[in-house]
């Protein structure tokens, strides 16, 4: 089993930045692919970002060059930070995990404008 702890989410301004954070515990062996994804009211969840288990990072169209995920091995950790942030963007973010299909608690981040 894989547990996902998420922190960072929140209130903020239309242009500010969020990061969030995504700790892995349990059988970190098994994670070959991590990502975050989001669920906007009324809306399908869909994928945000994700890092492949041959290490690349790929983005959703929407959020290309505002956010960027990262991962951090040593912490068994990842990332996504958020810049220039805008209302559209206002969703329930959550990161996920796999072998295993693994997801984290899904913080809100609100953005007004």
């Known amino acids: 089993q894989v547990q996902l702890v998420e922190s960072g989410g929140g209130l903020v301004q239309a242009g500010e930045s969020l990061t969030l954070s995504c700790a892995a515990s349990?059988?970190?062996?098994?994670?070959?692919?991590t990502g975050w994804y989001r669920q906007a009211p009324g809306k399908q969840r869909e994928m945000v970002a994700f890092?492949?288990?041959?290490?690349?990072?790929s983005y959703g169209d929407s959020v290309k060059g505002r956010f960027s995920m990262s991962r951090d091995n040593a912490k068994n950790t990842f990332y996504l930070q958020m810049n220039n942030l805008k209302p559209e963007y206002t969703a329930v973010y959550y990161c996920?995990?796999?072998?295993?299909?693994?997801w984290g608690q899904g913080p809100q981040v609100t953005v007004s404008s």
């Open positions: 996920y995990a796999a072998l295993g299909n693994y």
């Open positions: 349990g059988r970190i062996s098994s994670i070959k692919f």
């Open positions: 890092i492949s288990g041959g290490g690349t990072t």
